[in-house]
């Protein structure tokens, strides 16, 4: 493993409360909600967290090795599943201002850098569905990040 972000998306490693990726992968929902630790292990960015301090930032080196290693890829892509399933069932982040906001950014921008822009692309068209089905209750700069974030 090239760090640790790596050896937890590869399901070797702990993050920074000891928890393994499965783990957090069976989080609750009120879990997915309530803990804010967990997402910049799931999905890394190359810049520090302004959320939570310590939290892990994507070296080039350790991008390159988990592009490479199907056990990171398929631990991203099970975090993705179960992003996607929140989101999907909870309606609380429906709404102009909401952390979540936040956290789908970095979803679509750890999606795009790591796996590419196709799945940056299907997760933001499942969120999409959900904040029209809602009736666009999100903020219009949230919308314009998550958009960005795509190109």
């Given at each position: 493993m090239s760090g640790p972000v790596h050896a937890f998306l590869a399901g070797h490693g702990r993050d920074g409360a000891g928890r393994l990726l499965a783990d957090v992968l069976a989080f609750d929902d009120a879990r997915i909600e309530g803990v804010h630790d967990f997402i910049q292990w799931c999905f890394p960015l190359r810049e520090a967290s302004r959320a939570v301090p310590g939290a892990p930032?994507?070296?080039?080196?350790?991008?390159?090795?988990?592009?490479?290693?199907?056990?990171?890829?398929?631990?991203?892509?099970?975090?993705?599943?179960?992003?996607?399933?929140?989101y999907e069932a909870t309606d609380g982040w429906l709404r102009p201002y909401d952390h979540n906001?936040?956290?789908?950014?970095?979803?679509?921008?750890?999606?795009?850098?790591?796996?590419?822009?196709?799945?940056?692309?299907?997760?933001?068209?499942?969120?999409?569905?959900r904040v029209q089905?809602?009736?666009?209750?999100?903020?219009?700069?949230?919308?314009?990040?998550?958009?960005?974030?795509?190109?």
């Open positions: 930032v994507l070296t080039p080196t350790e991008a390159d090795a988990i592009r490479i290693d199907p056990a990171a890829i398929d631990g991203l892509r099970g975090a993705t599943a179960r992003m996607a399933r929140f906001h936040l956290r789908i950014t970095r979803i679509l921008t750890a999606l795009r850098d790591l796996i590419g822009q196709d799945a940056a692309q299907e997760f933001f068209e499942l969120v999409m569905k089905a809602a009736g666009s209750p999100v903020n219009p700069d949230s919308l314009t990040y998550w958009k960005r974030t795509l190109r």
